[in-house]
T-cell receptor, first 111, second 113 residues
Framework: KAGVTQTPRYLIKTRGQQVTLSCSPISGHRSVSWYQQTPGQGLQFLFEYFSETQRNKGNFPGRFSGRQFSNSRSEMNVSTLELGDSALYLC??????????FGPGTRLLVL | AQSVAQPEDQVNVAEGNPLTVKCTYSVSGNPYLFWYVQYPNRGLQFLLKYITGDNLVKGSYGFEAEFNKSQTSFHLKKPSALVSDSALYFCAVDGSNTGKLIFGQGTTLQVKP
């Protein structure tokens, strides 16, 4: 069974731009969660989607948004990028709430 | 508020020796506890979890963890370390079965030949 896939793997943007990251979950998994990983803050929860509905949200500004499609694929969007948004963005999928399986991540560099 | 602490930034072990990576947590209610490993430039790999039942949980690659409710700990262990175990290890908790994982800061495990 294929794992969680994330595209693109690497991305360079400039301040003020916006970016969209994509995540395809493991087949049969309906929950998709997003996390931000930085050296300073560690791993932080962004949001979780299930059946196209956001079920949980972390403490991030409204510039961070996401959505989920009917095939469970998910996208997250960051508008008006700031230097501090440079991070590894990880997507995880799960069949239930118990075990989340992570993708390889998208490394975003904001210049 | 839920929290996870990994008190050691780095653990150094000789190959063949037992290893322990420590984790303590703070949640209200019954915790769901997880260990993940991250290799350089990779995502997180699931190792094992505790939901309920036996306090000793066995996971992938020979790792195990012991849930201790009185000490609110969930330490990761392996009887005999391999050089290939060298990586960054994260403990995580979901205190309310919400699907929202709270992670510790991570512990770098260095296994030397």
């Amino acid at each position: 069974k294929a794992g969680v896939t994330q595209t693109p793997r690497y991305l360079i943007k400039t301040r003020g731009q916006q970016v969209t990251l994509s995540c395809s979950p493991i087949s049969g998994h309906r929950s998709v969660s997003w996390y931000q990983q930085t050296p300073g803050q560690g791993l932080q929860f962004l949001f979780e989607y299930f059946s196209e509905t956001q079920r949980n949200k972390g403490n991030f500004p409204g510039r961070f948004s996401g959505r989920q499609f009917s095939n469970s694929r998910s996208e997250m969007n960051v508008s008006t990028l700031e230097l501090g948004d440079s991070a590894l963005y990880l997507c995880a999928s799960s069949r239930t709430k118990e075990t989340q399986y992570f993708g390889p991540g998208t490394r975003l560099l904001v210049l | 508020a839920q929290s996870v602490a990994q008190p050691e930034d780095q653990v150094n072990v000789a190959e063949g020796n037992p290893l322990t990576v420590k984790c303590t947590y703070s949640v209200s209610g019954n915790p769901y506890l997880f260990w993940y490993v991250q290799y350089p430039n990779r995502g997180l790999q699931f190792l094992l979890k505790y939901i309920t039942g036996d306090n000793l949980v066995k996971g992938s690659y020979g790792f195990e963890a012991e849930f201790n409710k009185s000490q609110t700990s969930f330490h990761l262990k392996k009887p005999s370390a391999l050089v290939s175990d060298s990586a960054l290890y994260f403990c995580a908790v979901d205190g309310s079965n919400t699907g929202k994982l709270i992670f510790g800061q991570g512990t770098t495990l260095q296994v030397k030949p």
